[in-house]
């Protein structure tokens, strides 16, 4: 997609990383232009979410989830 306020072309993924490609997770400036910290909590989310997809145990992200929308509204 393109969005210009994100930084022009980017990924677009689900709330867990996961984009329209089934099993392909994205992450960090992939999914648009916002700094270290929306960067770094993407790929918490996104990894873990991809390692429960590959059968994994899960992780609490109820902290990073929260931080993460708080993180890309600056």
């Known amino acids: 997609a393109f969005d210009m306020s994100l930084g022009g072309w980017h990924c ?30 993407s790929g918490q989310i996104a990894g873990a979410m991809a390692a429960k997809s590959a059968g994994y145990a899960a992780t609490d992200l109820k902290a990073p989830r929260a931080a993460l929308a708080s993180a890309r509204h600056f």
Request: no cysteine.
């Open 12 to 41: 677009l993924a689900n709330a867990d990383g996961e984009s329209a490609v089934p099993g392909l997770f994205v992450a960090g400036e992939t999914l648009g232009i916002g700094g270290s910290i929306p960067a770094r909590l």
